[in-house]
């Protein structure tokens, strides 16, 4: 505890113990802060505790989807496959939870529902649903960009007398599908990896599809003795690499146009990230397709091409095949989905030309049949990157609510603070690359950025920090001008909140890339952390 802690009062609340929530807490205590840890799972992990349906993986490969900070914890964790699974990833998180001793800090099963700003004490009081309230100078959101489910209500759900999963929160034994009827809602991410492994042991699956989503193959496989010592013996290279590029990982792709070489060539290059396998390495291949639409039609008539080979019917090829530019709705990665559709026991449901009118009490019904089933999964995606704090809904200045603040539009400034809700950080917030990156990645930049600036703080004897509203009206225009210039807009999708009724339109991230989003940090920071203004009562100062 600092010495201008009062007790019973922390210097820095965090909500959620996922994998920015660890890294956070870790940085409090190497600053010499109090730091106590809300989260409302009954264990680590966050993303990775509450996604374990079958065929969870990430689709950032393992070598590069971890914490850099500690040398050590990079070489000592030995990944086992090309793609870790759920399984591996939440073990990984726990044992940075152990190796670290942080789970100490960590009050588990505390779900927070309300936080509010006390202008008079310069303080935020935090609720959680057991009505206990924790108070603290700073709080940290790090509560996730995919972690509150989109609340999807069906007609007649209520009547369905079957089982229902929602991915989001799947049964910690799991489910067995043997000789079950299932359907299966949703063919994104989560739906195109349920999907495979379900109609492995299921009598009959309905994949019900409304919008068709670009997928490449994983080509997962084992890694190698001798590649996971090649991969550590670069690590601190590939680390630096890494924040200097686009996505936040070295594909080690070559800074080409799609039009610097000929017809010929830009097949051969797709061709060989796709047999490589991976969105990130296929995504920049070339160094256009995300701003400039005749780029990504070249790509997204590559990967239609693909779709044909691996689906081999025409008829249903066509209907799984997009149309909307590659990257702007989420590039899926997958093991078998095209094949697994033609197997006998699956079944497209395309929800376009027959629309889902409900749910029966046998099953699910469009305008054209009734489908009787035993399991209905709903892989209906989240409510993402705003959708978690805009469930708590902080209040801050004069009683300012955040969720009606971001119900008009998510403004922030970096995605790191919100204006009028002073001490509050949001880790991959709103207009900061976030989910279009690699996360490990985007919560390093981000938790070190938050430390520095309390540092900064701390040195001019200051305990409150916040956004101005000037730099958070700069940093908006300039993130909604950067995702003008792509293809973005040319798609309805999560990444602007299209799935959510309501919610207001925006390319939710930044699309000047992770290496162009380093470089304003570092600027921002060298001119006295420009944008943010620091005052209040003396405090300790904590090291960075």
Not at 110 to 134: H, P
Not at 295 to 300: F, G, Y
Not at 334 to 347: G, I, Q, S, W
């Amino acid at each position: 505890m600092t010495e201008n802690t009062a007790p019973g009062r922390h210097d820095v609340i965090i909500i959620g113990a996922g994998a920015a929530g660890l890294y956070m807490l870790h940085t409090c205590r190497r600053m010499g802060l109090d730091a106590v840890v809300l989260e409302r799972g009954d264990g680590v992990g966050g993303t990775w505790y509450w996604n374990r349906y079958p065929g969870a993986r990430c689709d950032v490969e393992s070598l590069d989807y971890s914490y850099s900070f500690d040398e050590d914890l990079q070489r000592e964790w030995r990944w086992a496959e090309k793609y870790a699974t759920q399984p591996e990833i939440l073990a990984y998180l726990e044992h940075v939870a152990d190796r670290f001793d942080l789970r100490r800090d960590i009050r588990l099963g505390a779900d927070v529902v309300a936080a509010d700003f006390d202008e008079a004490d310069g303080a935020w009081r935090v609720r959680t649903t057991d009505g206990r309230e924790t108070t603290a100078t700073w709080v940290v959101a790090a509560t996730g960009v995919l972690s509150a489910p989109k609340r999807t209500r069906f007609p007649g759900q209520d009547d369905f007398t079957g089982t229902v999963l929602n991915s989001a929160r799947w049964p910690a034994g799991g489910h067995d599908f043997t000789g079950k009827r299932v359907a299966v809602i949703g063919t994104g991410s989560t739906g195109i990896q349920i999907t495979p492994l379900v109609a492995q042991d299921a009598a009959k699956v309905f994949v019900l599809q409304r919008t068709p989503s670009f997928s490449v193959p994983a080509h997962n496989r084992t890694l190698t003795d001798e590649e996971f010592t090649a991969a550590v013996a670069r690590y601190p290279e590939r680390r630096r690499a890494a924040r200097t590029t686009l996505l936040g990982v070295d594909t080690r792709n070559p800074d080409v146009s799609t039009f610097d070489v000929s017809e010929e060539e830009v097949q051969a290059a797709y061709r060989k990230t796709f047999d490589y396998g991976g969105p990130m390495k296929l995504l920049t291949t070339f160094n256009d397709p995300i701003v400039d639409k005749r780029a990504n039609d070249v790509v997204a008539a590559f990967l239609a091409d693909r779709i044909r080979e691996r689906v081999g019917d025409p008829g249903l090829a066509e209907r799984l095949i997009p149309d909307h530019p590659v990257g702007a709705r989420r590039l899926c990665v997958d093991t078998d989905y095209y094949e697994t559709l033609t197997r006998d026991n699956v079944e497209l449901v395309d929800l376009r030309e027959t629309p889902l009118l409900g749910f029966t009490p046998t099953g699910v019904r469009t305008s054209a049949a009734d489908h009787d089933v035993d399991v209905i999964v709903l892989a209906t995606g989240f409510d993402a990157i705003t959708g978690p704090l805009r469930g708590i809904d902080p209040h801050g200045r004069g009683g300012a609510s955040l969720r009606g603040k971001w119900d008009a539009y998510p403004a922030s400034y970096l995605g790191l603070m919100v204006a009028g809700f002073p001490n509050l950080f949001t880790v991959t917030g709103p207009l900061s690359p976030s989910v279009n990156s690699n996360m490990f990645v985007a919560i390093e930049q981000h938790v070190e950025f938050i430390a520095k600036l309390l540092a900064h703080a701390a040195e001019r004897g200051h305990t409150v920090i916040e956004a101005t509203p000037e730099a958070e009206e700069r940093w908006t225009a300039h993130a909604a001008e950067v995702a003008a210039g792509t293809v973005f807009p040319l798609a309805d999708s999560w990444y602007n909140g299209a799935n959510i009724a309501g919610k207001a339109g925006a390319v939710l991230p930044y699309l000047g890339g992770i290496g162009g989003y380093q470089a304003r940090l570092d600027e921002i920071a060298a001119d006295g952390f420009r944008g943010f203004e620091t005052a209040g009562r003396p405090a300790a100062a904590p090291s960075a």
